[in-house]
């Protein structure tokens, strides 16, 4: 497995690097986000490690770059907790967020827990397709529809989709949630809040009505069906990174 890693604190990058060849990976180093940018490009890794403060291409301007062309998998590492650059992260398509300090062994286990959710995932998932309302899933192609507008989702974003479509109308509790989407135990409400938030603003899900993703307080999330659009009916244009409207708008559901 090819993983590439960002940080331009070199001592870091050294000791981080080391650590995830001993768990047997192959790391490509990059000691800023230009040079993470160019090297993403050219050799193609598995799963993507950016620190956030770097200098220049910061990692959350190389997520967001990374995002408009690629599902690459990110994984973001930063020494900021508070929960506005959290958001920040997952609302540019990072799937998972690492707070500094952290342990090699542990990020090592978070790098094959969602490098083997995104490879498996087409592979080993029962049903083909899912049909909710008019919404279409392709687990092959790895393609959401809603009705003539295809929007593109990360891997983890795609498995959390899939397990509320095919429970479409049960409660899916935050725990499972976790575990299928991450494959790792955490107790952090907020990883399922931002990525909820933002498969609802990519499918333009109608809030609180049917077709919409409703939390359940205290015990999970629940698709609700919609019935499917007339034919030939296109819906509004899907909003990616950059919509300041939609920002301030995820802000405030997970607030």
């Known amino acids: 497995m090819k993983i590439l890693l960002a940080d331009d604190d070199r001592d870091l990058l050294d000791v981080t690097a080391y ?42 301007e190389v997520c ?25 992260g997952f609302r540019l398509g990072a799937d998972d967020y690492v707070t500094k ?17 995104s490879a498996t995932l087409g592979t080993t998932e029962p049903t083909r397709e899912v049909q909710v309302g008019d919404m279409l899933m392709d687990v092959d192609g790895h393609e959401v ?20 479509a095919i429970n479409m109308g049960r409660v899916v509790t935050g725990a499972r949630l976790v575990e299928y989407g991450w494959g790792y135990d955490t107790n ?12 609802r603003q990519k499918l333009r899900l109608p809030r609180s009505r049917p077709g919409d993703i409703v939390s359940v307080p205290g015990v999970g ?4 069906a919609e019935p499917p659009t007339e034919m030939g009916q296109t819906l509004a244009p899907v909003a990616f990174e950059g919509d300041s409207a939609n920002a301030s708008s995820m802000h405030s559901l997970v607030a």
């Open 19 to 60: 650590a995830l060849r001993r768990e047997g990976f192959n790391v490509l180093a990059a000691s800023d986000g230009t040079q993470a940018l160019q090297r993403w490009e050219t050799d193609q890794p598995d799963l993507v490690i950016l620190d956030v403060g770097m200098p220049g291409t910061s990692g959350f």
């Open 64 to 88: 967001r770059r990374i995002r408009q062309d690629g599902a690459t998998p990110i994984i973001l590492l930063s020494g900021l907790t508070s929960d506005e650059h959290v958001v920040q």
């Open 101 to 117: 300090p952290f342990s090699p062994r542990q990020l090592a286990a978070r790098v094959r827990a969602l490098y083997r959710r």
């Open 145 to 164: 529809r809603r009705g003539n507008v295809a929007c593109r989702l990360t891997p983890t974003e795609f498995r959390l989709l899939y397990i509320l």
């Open 188 to 199: 952090d409400v907020l990883l399922v809040k931002t990525h909820i938030c933002r498969i």
């Open 221 to 224: 999330y629940r698709l609700t």
